[in-house]
């Protein structure tokens, strides 16, 4: 009987651990964002992996139009640049390690976004050249320290992406050396990729409160908020 009771225990403990937990809706992927709304941002000049030693001032020059147009108002990246290197921190890695505590007493932004360049350049091959770029981004809130969003991009554009011939491959890589001598292939693929980095509806910035469509992009979001 005991043994018989023993076996059923085990039986039971068996098909529980066995039996799938139930799964949890999703959070929404802006939950943090919406209660920490900003309205203030400060660009910091991107920390550089890659090996561009220009990339982060190249990507900077790039960055205010788009958090701009999502409706935030920006601080001037080059007065930010500056009033960094003025006091000492001569490079974006350096800047990145100033207590977000000491940000928010001396220049009082809502959130700060911090971007890391991973990869950027250009490579050149026989009849094939592409342009890479990769950046990560996160916004922190500087009163409460919180992430409260991040994304990672990378993008990689071809010069023969259109080419249907070998021949057109051909002519396509020698014009994009001959170009790039002169205008710099990343500054435009930077901008298509600010586009799926900000701009997407799906996990891009939220609309600030300086866009007109602020408040109906607000309730979209918090009423799926769990």
Request: proline share 6%.
């Amino acid at each position: 009987m005991k043994r018989l009771i023993i076996i059923n225990i085990m039986i039971i403990f068996y098909l529980t651990g066995c039996t799938p937990a139930p799964t949890k809706k999703p959070k929404n992927y802006y939950s943090l964002y919406l209660q920490h709304m900003p309205t203030s941002i400060l660009i910091l000049p991107p920390a550089n992996h890659s090996m561009e030693v220009m990339a982060p001032y190249m990507y900077l020059s790039t960055i205010t139009q788009p958090v701009a147009e999502k409706g935030y108002y920006v601080y001037p990246v080059a007065v930010i640049d500056a009033l960094m290197k003025e006091n000492g921190l001569t490079s974006p890695e350096e800047m990145h390690q100033i207590p977000l505590k000491k940000i928010k007493e001396i220049i009082d932004p809502d959130a700060v976004l911090y971007l890391s360049i991973k990869e950027w350049g250009t490579k050149y091959k026989l009849i094939d050249s592409q342009t890479i770029i990769q950046i990560s981004a996160k916004l922190v809130d500087t009163d409460s320290g919180y992430t409260i969003w991040k994304k990672e991009q990378r993008i990689v554009k071809s010069s023969t992406d259109n080419a249907d011939s070998i021949e057109q491959m051909l002519i396509a890589a020698l014009l994009n050396q001959v170009i790039s001598n002169f205008i710099d292939p990343t500054l435009n693929v930077a901008h298509k990729l600010n586009q799926n980095l900000f701009y997407n509806a799906k996990d891009g910035l939220l609309l600030g409160q300086h866009h007109p469509q602020y408040q109906e992009n607000q309730k979209h979001w918090r009423q799926q908020k769990q």
